[in-house]
């Protein structure tokens, strides 16, 4: 039943009700004062009766004489008892043989002068005069029916058009209470539906939503032979900027984001929010160029940056193209492909990718590790690995370097190059970096317990930069493992540092005033700005292994690494050759005035449970106990 019925039900309902109650009490309230105002009637008409009766001379040879005054009084129904001064009874309108058990129950009740008696199974007024000086007796009794019918008939009309007026009324009240109340419900209605399926930040359709929109393009473009895109994009480091900038901001960007999406597509497309930074576009009758087309509209318009809170932001996505029928006929398949064609684009830092199958296995693969790499973060299953860095004055361990490894429960050991970067694309780089600070330097400090002064190198990404909260939390990591910051040496690749030179300046300037050292990492494979280098707090330059590693091949290698050597150390820095792993390499570089050296000729990185036995009985380790720190 409609809303609108149930509320007119509803309302007639209560009316009828109380229209029934109020009836019944009118009734009964007015046949309780009608009975006793007929009473009183009775008596009057019995004394009247009486009075005509004695005063009739033949009264008592003619009892017709009743008969008649009962007309005369309009008592067609009633009965009359009466008792003369003889003691005989005379009635009317009874049977004569009845009347002496009547009058018998009404001298029951001796000490009332009227009442109410059942008799014969029906209800009767009635009211008793007598005339004492004559002993004459008159009891006048009606049926109580007669006053029930007299009040039906009065009262009824009555309640009948007041029923009619009020139901009438009520009729009208409830046709408008149900006309407002269905209305809310349907706006309540509407606003739920809306609500089930629509992103409450954005307004944009939701993924319930989406599928809907995407099986319907799906069927149109079946029967009409057409063909249409499925985009899915992701925000590149988003998490970054929750993390950073916060929560608030980050949904400001995305509500921004939303509308930048709805300005590059036409009107026919369709954008719906996925979750998080996470994107999707239905292009409906749209060829692969079309869609290639709108990718870099979107893109391009997403270049230009945000000014969110004052603060300017670029948002840069990932797109990743699947085209109906070509890379699939089923929604959940087009779904899978897109989202893979985004990893493709996000890999190559292309902006948008059409799927290829061809990469599609990879994709797959490195999807599923990314989900397990969050979980072995989150769980505690990385480790760390040390490799020590030699002093090449005292030819002996000055420090160590903190490399993470991740092994696999399924895919065995999988290379930091690898999964490095999958934690910087997934926003965790920055909880990993504080786990390897946090265990690096528990190390550190169980070393200089162990009665080795050990400094500790500890690998920085890029993303840490951009993080102002960074230094401070790494200050609360020194404090709590009771390690100063002049032992910390954090090591940043060069390429990954010029990048983004600007932003981490800040950090770096602070890192540098809480008394850690900077290195360069991998020198010589970016392309650093000397101008820049030069103002940036460096302590140490790392030149890359495959300088060192390539010395003997090839002649150019070792005029890079002998003027690296003599740059570092005219800029004021020392330098590190990494990847020495034989004599011949080491002597090289020494011969070169290098000041450290790292590789495997020294130790490969150790686990943390081997470092032990390392330093007691590796002759780089000799010696080396109790050294103090001034060597840096
Ligand atoms: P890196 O910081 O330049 O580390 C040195 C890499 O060279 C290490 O590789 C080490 O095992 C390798 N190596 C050392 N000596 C030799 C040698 O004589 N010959 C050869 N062929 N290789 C040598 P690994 O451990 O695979 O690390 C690779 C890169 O991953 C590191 O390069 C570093 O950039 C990154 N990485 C490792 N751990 C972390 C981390 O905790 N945080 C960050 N952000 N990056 C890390
Ligand atoms: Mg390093
Ligand atoms: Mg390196």
Redesign the pocket.
Known sequence: MRTSTQVLAAILGITILAQVVFGAVAYWITLDSSRDRRIEMLAHYASEILFEWSDSSTAADSPDILDELQKKYHLNKSIILLRDMKGQLHTVGIEGELAPGLLSEINDQADKAGGIVEFDGEDYLWSRVENGQDSLALVLLEPVSLVEQAIVSKLGIRLLVTAGVVIWMAVWVALLLSSIISKRLNDKNLALRHQALHDNLTGLPNRNLLYDRLNQVRLTAHRKGQCFALFIMDLDRFKEVNDTLGHQFGDQLLQEVSHRIQESIRENDSVARLGGDEFAVVLPDTDQDGAIQCAKRITRNLESKFNINDVRIEAKASIGIAMYPDHGTETEELLQHADVAMYQAKQSGSGYAVYNQALDSHSVQRLRLMGDLREAIENDQLSL?F?PIIDLDSNKIFKF????RWQHPEQGYI???VF?PMAEQMGL?RI??LW?VDRALNVCRQCSVAGYELNMS????TYCLQDTSFPGELRTILDENDVSAECVVL?I?ESALMNDIKRAREVLDRLHNMGLKLAI??FGTGFSSLAYLKQLPVHEL?ID?SFI?DMDKDESNTTIVHTVIDLGHNLGYRVVA????NEHALEHVRGMGCDYA????FS??LPEEELDLWLQESAWAALTKNKSRSAS
């Open positions: 690995h490799q370097e903190a490399l993470a290379l930091p190059d490095i780089i990993l970096t390897v500890i690998n920085l990404s090591e690749t990492d991998d790392k292994k590693i990494e990847g020495v792993e790292q590789g495997y000729y490969r990185p």
